[in-house]
């Protein structure tokens, strides 16, 4: 069976918003086009625009912001394109073929966090989930850390496998004491 690909946003405003500017642009163009092919004068706009752009050099500050400004917009839209805008879901393992269900990566780290703090000797846990990787941090205050650390492994292994992701992300694990009061 194939593994879950990652979720893509679908990003409708950018795309229509764009391609509603683009539909304005190419038909103001194409309307000066066919009135200048009628034999009648090209819009005042189009006509001052080419001569703006024929007089000016290439290093006015007006032309080199125009185009500065078009490279970035365009590397932006070319960003959007080509990478997938939900980030923050997890695909999890399909028991359905015709269901595709992913986990927030607050949600999974909500879930570690709530189970870590079920280890007696645990007084606090910082979850962060990331796409390979569960990094957490515990503070132990009554334990030996050993005893903590070796509890805490085998109860967030056990909890990492229980989400149920395609990918289940290995686990980083520090324990520490708390700090001196006031520090």
């Known amino acids: 069976m194939n593994e879950p690909r990652r979720f893509w946003s679908s990003r409708a405003v950018p795309a229509g918003l764009v391609a509603l500017l683009i ?3 190419a ?15 090209g819009l005042s706009w189009r006509r001052d625009l080419a001569r703006q752009l024929a007089e000016r050099p290439l290093d006015d500050p007006w032309v080199l912001t125009g185009a500065g400004v ?29 269901v595709r269900a992913g986990l927030h990566r607050d949600a999974a780290a909500t879930v570690l966090r709530d189970r870590a703090l079920e280890v007696a000797g645990v007084r606090s846990v910082r979850v962060r989930v990331k796409r390979a990787r569960a990094d957490v941090h515990a ?10 650390r070796a509890d805490l492994t085998g109860v967030l292994d056990d909890a990492v496998k229980g989400l ?3 990918r289940p992300p290995s686990l980083s694990l520090r324990v520490r004491r708390p700090g001196r009061k006031g520090r």
């Open 23 to 25: 539909l304005l642009i």
């Open 27 to 41: 038909g103001a163009f194409l309307y000066d086009v066919v009135a200048v092919r009628a034999h009648r004068a």
């Open 70 to 98: 078009a490279a970035a917009l365009g590397l932006w839209l070319l960003l959007l394109a080509v990478t997938p805008g939900l980030r923050a879901q997890l695909p999890m393992r399909p028991t359905d073929p015709d």
């Open 139 to 148: 503070v132990s205050h009554f334990r030996e850390l050993d005893d903590v």
């Open 164 to 166: 149920g992701l395609a």
